[in-house]
Each structure stands twice: as structure tokens, then as C-alpha cells.
């Protein structure tokens, strides 16, 4: 198992209603894991979110929280619901109804990685998918569960920013008749998981950031979006996917020499998507 489920930054003062979480970010692969998959260790890193929690790690220095994943996306999503389980990788799971994630190997226990290319020799059993689930992705949705809750009780509705990044050629489709590839993809399941003044706020910031922004295509979000987005109830959830081209060398899996000049622009857009809803400053918890 990962050291870690999660790992949790606070500010020194909650002053935002804001909660950034990267889901797909983990990178402790245990040697466990690696022995039981086909895979070298740099394509099993190809469906991680790499450096995604670096590029979003200052939040906390503008009043809000950023949960972070420890496990690998490769040993569990995150952005899946934790009944989304693979019969054609699990042992003993009937198949229940079409779930197209599930039937392309990408539910909650992934049975491949990017382009499709499988990860373990053979099957795992019910009892190894259970305990990925009891350890790591319940204690990671219900420290994001408290964190929304808090956001909620302390400034009446709580906004959640789910970080992500999106391989280069994920975009391909998504061009038509010459027009610009866009760089940021907002996803706020077509309207239903946020309300529309803060996709418009969110998609204004990185606009003025100088990034061409799209919504919903080819991304309009998953588990997380359509889980905790309750604008209705005052809690909205909007996702970020970021083009991986932009600051990193996507075969190589590492930053590209000017991912510090990257990031800070990226700081410039943090600092105003944690100001949403210009909350005020309350005291947190020490936890």
C-alpha cells in the first residue's frame, strides 16, 4: 500500500470558500505494486497527473486548503465512484449494466493506463480491490467531504476546484475548421455541477492568464464534479484539466526547464480562483 491516502495543506488562516484537490497526483508507487504490473516504471506513470499538485501547491497561501492524493492513479482513481469496479480485472464482480469507464478499463481500480495498455500479468481479487478502497479512497473523500463542509459552514457555500492535467493529444478531436487547440479545459458537467458564474469567473481568470480555454471538451468531469457539485445546496464543483505539453516533457515524465516561469503564472491564476465569492478570513482549526 501507499504511505499515504491523502496529504492535506492548510493555510495559517481559511480565508477562502475554496478547496483545491488533485486527485491524480499521487506518486508513490510501492514495490509491491510494481512487481504485480507488465509495465516499466515510467509508462505506468503515464496516466498520472504529474506535477499537478506542484503547480496548484499555493493555495494554502491564499486561504485555502489543498488535498492532495498519495496513491498513484495507476493503483487507484480517485475520480471514480468506489463501486465503479472491473469484472474484467476483478475477481468474483459481476458486470452491472454499461458503465463505458468500467468497460474501457478505467474504473476505480484500473485495469489499464493511457492508451489502453494493460497493467497487471492477471486478475486481483475482491479482497485486494476492498482494501485499496477501505484505505485510500474513503479517507480521501471524507477529508474532501469535511473540507467542503467547512468551507460551507464558515462562509455559507463552499466551491471546490478539482486540479487535473490532459495529455497533448487528448485535444486532437476536439479542433475543428483551424481553430486554436485550446490549453485549459473547464468542466462543469455541462452546467449541472456549479453555477454558471463561477465557471465564467474560473474561466476569466485563466483567460486573462493569457491560456485558451474550452469547457466541457473533451472533459466535462467525472466522479468528483458530479458527486460533490450541489449548487443548489450551495456547494459547486468545477474541474481544471491543464494540457501536459505546457510545462512538461510528457515522455520523459519531467518539468520542462521553464516550469518555474509556468508555475508562477499559474500562481497569478490560483490566487484568483481562491478568491471566488470574496470570502473573509476565519480562524482554522489547528489540526
Not at 40 to 65: M, N, W
Amino acid at each position: 500500500m501507499p504511505r499515504f491516502a491523502y496529504h492535506l495543506h492548510l493555510p495559517d488562516k481559511l480565508r477562502s470558500r475554496v478547496v483545491f484537490a488533485s486527485p491524480h497526483s499521487g506518486r508513490d508507487y510501492p514495490e509491491s505494486f510494481l512487481a504485480t504490473t507488465i509495465l516499466d516504471e515510467r509508462t505506468i506513470r503515464s496516466s498520472e497527473d504529474a506535477y499537478v499538485d506542484k503547480l496548484f501547491d499555493c493555495a494554502p497561501q491564499h486561504g485555502a486548503p489543498l488535498l492532495r492524493a498519495g496513491a498513484p492513479r495507476a493503483y487507484l482513481d480517485l475520480n471514480r465512484s468506489c463501486d465503479e469496479l472491473d469484472p474484467a480485472l476483478i475477481v468474483g464482480v459481476r458486470k452491472a449494466g454499461h458503465n463505458p469507464r468500467v468497460a474501457s478499463g478505467l474504473g476505480v481500480v484500473p485495469r489499464v493506463v493511457a492508451q489502453g495498455r494493460a497493467i497487471y500479468r492477471g486478475k486481483l481479487t475482491r479482497a485486494q480491490a476492498d482494501a485499496r478502497i477501505a484505505r485510500i479512497w474513503r479517507p480521501y473523500h471524507q477529508k474532501l467531504a469535511e473540507l467542503l463542509d467547512r468551507a460551507r459552514s464558515s462562509f455559507g457555500e463552499a466551491i471546490l476546484i478539482d486540479c487535473h492535467s490532459m495529455p497533448h493529444e487528448a485535444l486532437e478531436t476536439t479542433i475543428r475548421n483551424g481553430a486554436a487547440r485550446p490549453e485549459i479545459v473547464i468542466g462543469d458537467r455541462f452546467g449541472a455541477s456549479a453555477s454558471s458564474d463561477y465557471v465564467e469567473q474560473v474561466e476569466a481568470a485563466f483567460a486573462a492568464a493569457g491560456f485558451r480555454v474550452a469547457r466541457n471538451a473533451p472533459f466535462a468531469g467525472a466522479y468528483t464534479t458530479q458527486h460533490y457539485g450541489r449548487p443548489s445546496r450551495g456547494q459547486h464543483a468545477i474541474q481544471i484539466e491543464i494540457d501536459r505539453a505546457l510545462y512538461m516533457d510528457e515522455v520523459a515524465i519531467s518539468p520542462r526547464a521553464d516550469f518555474g516561469a509556468f508555475r508562477e503564472v499559474l500562481a497569478g491564476v490560483v490566487a484568483e480562483l481562491a478568491g471566488l465569492g470574496d470570502a473573509g478570513e476565519v480562524r482554522l482549526a489547528a489540526e
